[in-house]
């Protein structure tokens, strides 16, 4: 009886068992985000986005023309600049270091775009269909900032809209290269729709319509100058000859007319930050205060997500932050984009100044915004450049410069502790060539930086003022450049003075191309525009032409008590090459290993 | 303990012996691809550090695989003796003569040797370096053999060095890239004048020994450099 009981237990445990067994194992997983997860509420297709909008390829503090575009912590060499290759600035590259470029390839940031605007259309029952569509929007501006970002780098590349799926055949997968028009062409598409999908506003540090417009403008503005100059210089090979490198020159005006028309739609929607009627210190603030109306879209960082950026501490001295490391220095060619300084007399000699600080009269509030002169100040410090002194001075500027070191009457010393007959030789700051922290022009950059921090806050991956990827002020630019390349020579000139105003500069009465190109490089200096520019207008092998530059070297004239500054080559004595082949980057050799179909490799590579 | 030791050692053995039993079949780059660079005006094309190459292609390896370049020597010769053996597709390139379009395709194997015949853009005719006291004069003539749709020419200039590998990249500043003479003109906008050119080089070095060389630079795709052959120039003690 008993083992009948135990067998009863038995069966009713198996029967029981093979009963509840059979349920399908049809759970969603737990471990991984499903697209419900995601794109199901917008706190997901935020925190996807996120993702997307950190790599933009967006030329900021952090960027390093070498490396690439950096996310992390401690990415604080921001001294290796673009500017520094251009002769805006020298510094830490030995030349021109970064004409291949660093590789750049963004073709998963490209996939989580077209995954966002495959997956959103689907969830609009959730997200609500007016959402969908500014987000789609986004998405579209999102995925044009990456192909801008390659095409001005390699011309014509694979344009893949589509989710690619890994299993497919190799011949789908290994996608051929586009036309370099082809290219623009679809940028500009893209913020077309960016731009009528999008909302007006959007929270800070996304895009709203107006940036998808303001970006248009640029892009175009680079197809119409690639189209018109890069026809008349370029190198030849297959990559060319095929319309990978290279637009045809017919179709500029059509890019210029693109362009102008995308500035043209934030007329009335941003104006030129003038708040402060000090206009010095109005043109400092524009880059500080985030409630500008000239901003469109910024790039924020936080020292609490790790990813503050060292702007104040690698563009100023250490004399004046906690723990600095310079190395890139504002030229004095730089400086003469706004005139020749004063700093000669008729008959050649140089002038005497009782006070360094008297070089800064009557120069445009902008220039002394963008740049640190011998005499001005930071956080209560004077920035008292001085390269050595002369016991006594006779002579021109000209010829003293001429001589060679060891014949020159000068005193120089290598640190601050050296005295002649009790003054110092050379000041807190530089000039001086021992170290790579003290400046080698006898200036130092001031845009972007901080005066309202205390010394002791100056840190490495202390910065958190936002970069200004898009602000008004350029937009202008891009608008008079275009406008002055469609002959419309009026509207130029009144958007040229509109800037020029607000600089503190005279207005002009007449306008040029060579005008138009020199404001942009005083307006927009040290914002990584420049060499673009160079390079779309086919300038660059020009301008960098075994190009050397020169800094202002302050030095004391003992006998006399006075200052006196002499335009000498700059102390790294840096030589700038840039060879022609640099118009266009060549394609990564990984990725050309990985895709046949990818070649022809740019011209000469 | 002892058992263990030579257990151990037994594993080990077997392993070492079993391991490392392919042979690497490939032959290693004992190919050679040597030869000139043939002025078609006479004589090897003088070229500088840099300035031109010969492209290979080794289209018997795969059929997109990235080029490799020997450069030329001073003397216009060339020549890389640690090559695989294969298939190449072979063509100079880096100016500055009228560019080549057409690749060749060679069979390199040890000691293969080819000439190329090229067209200089210009030719460094009658140079002369005469020493006046302590001032350098260089004078030289230019000639174009193609004087039709020759790129602008953007400068000449004199490069001055203390040793025979003197050219672009290899010379003293101030006694080179500062005698620099723009000129930025089409040849058939330049005069006689342009063409005949005479620089002065002041305050040499007295007791030194200098190696002379002019260049004129076109703007081709390379901004390459045509160049004359080098003088040696003894300058005296005072």
Known sequence: MKSINKLIIAISISVGALVTSCQKLDIPPTNIFTPDIIFGSEAGVKSFLATIYRNLPIEDFKYRPDQGFKTGGNDWENFFNSASVTGEEVGPFGGMDIGTGFGYWPYDNIRNVNILIEELPKHADKLGQTNVNALLGEAHFLRAYYYFGLAKRYGGVPIVTKVQDPGAPLSELQVHRDKEEATWDFIGTELDLGYQMMNETNELGRANKYAAAALKS?????????????????????????GFAGIPADKANGYFTKAYDAAKLLEGHYSLYEKNADKVQNYVDLFLKSESPENIFVKQYSIISNTAHSWDATMSPRYMTANALTRSYPTLDLVQRWGALSVTNSDGTPKRFNDRADIMQGLEPRLLATVYFPGATLRGLTFDMQRGIYPTFSGTAAAEVAKPANSRSYILSGDTKTLYQGRMIIGFTGPWTGGDELTRTGFYVRKYIDAAKPISTVDLNRSEQPWLELRYAEILLNRAEAAMELGNAGDALTVINLIRNRAGATPYTSIDIDKIRNERGMELAFENHYYWDLKRWRISDVVLNNARFKGLMPYYVFNENKYIFLAEPELFQRNYNFDKKFYYEPIPGGELGKNPNLYPNNPNY | MKKLISRILLGATILASS????????????????????????????????????????ISWSATPSPQEIPSKFDGTFKDSKLFKGTYKVIPKGGAFWPLYDTLTVDINKGTKHDFTVTPYILIKN??????????????????????GLPTIIETQPYVNNTKLVGAGASIRDFSDIYKKAINKQWADMTDADKSVTIDIPDMLPGRKFFVRVGVRLNDSFKSSNFSDIIEIDVPAN
């Open chain 1, 218 to 242: 640029r892009a175009m503005l680079y197809a119409g100058s690639i189209a018109k100059y890069g026809s008349a210089n370029f190198v030849d090979g297959q990559a060319r000859t095929e």
């Open chain 2, 127 to 148: 140079f002369t370096a005469t020493l006046n006291g302590k001032t350098l004069t260089l004078k030289y003539t230019m000639e174009a053999p193609i004087g039709a």
């Open chain 2, 19 to 58: 391991a490392c039993t392919k042979i690497d079949n490939y032959d290693g780059p004992n190919a050679s691809f040597e030869g000139n660079l043939i002025s078609s005006e006479g004589g090897n094309l003088l070229t500088s550090q840099g300035s031109s190459q010969i492209r290979l292609e080794q």
